[in-house]
Nanobody
Framework: QVQLVESGGGLVQAGGSLTLSCAAS????????MGWFRQAPGKEREFVAA????????IYVDSVKGRFAISRDNAENTVYLQMNSLKPEDTAVYYC?????????????????WGQGTQVTVSS
């Protein structure tokens, strides 16, 4: 089993920045890819970004390209999501996920483990 714990959410004004962290523990050797998803009230959970654990390859949803950056610290088993130029439409609960490199990484299919979520609220 793998446990994921997110942190770093909060309230920020439009144009501001936040950095989310996700610390993995347990059988971390199982992790080959990690991702971030988000779910706004009344909407489906959507993919935000993913990173390949070994090679550092990253992918993003179009709406966050150029504003968000995903990175990982293998030694600390931690993945980060740096969010800049935040917009009110970025408001959502953000979930960290970990799993296998099954394509497409933008779907839920690769991810066997999920965190509890952290709230990000962007005020206008």
């Amino acid at each position: 089993q793998v446990q994921l714990v997110e942190s770093g959410g909060g309230l920020v004004q439009a144009g501001g920045s936040l950095t989310l962290s996700c610390a993995a523990s347990g059988r971390t050797s199982e992790i080959k890819v990690m991702g971030w998803f988000r779910q706004a009230p009344g909407k489906e959970r959507e993919f935000v970004a993913a990173i390949n654990w070994s090679g550092g390859v990253t992918i993003y949803v179009d709406s966050v390209k150029g504003r968000f950056a995903i990175s990982r610290d293998n030694a600390e088993n931690t993945v980060y999501l740096q969010m800049n130029s935040l917009k009110p439409e970025d408001t959502a609960v953000y979930y960290c996920a970990a799993g296998k490199p099954i394509m497409p990484l933008t779907s839920r299919a690769p991810y066997d483990y999920w965190g509890q979520g952290t709230q990000v609220t962007v005020s206008s």
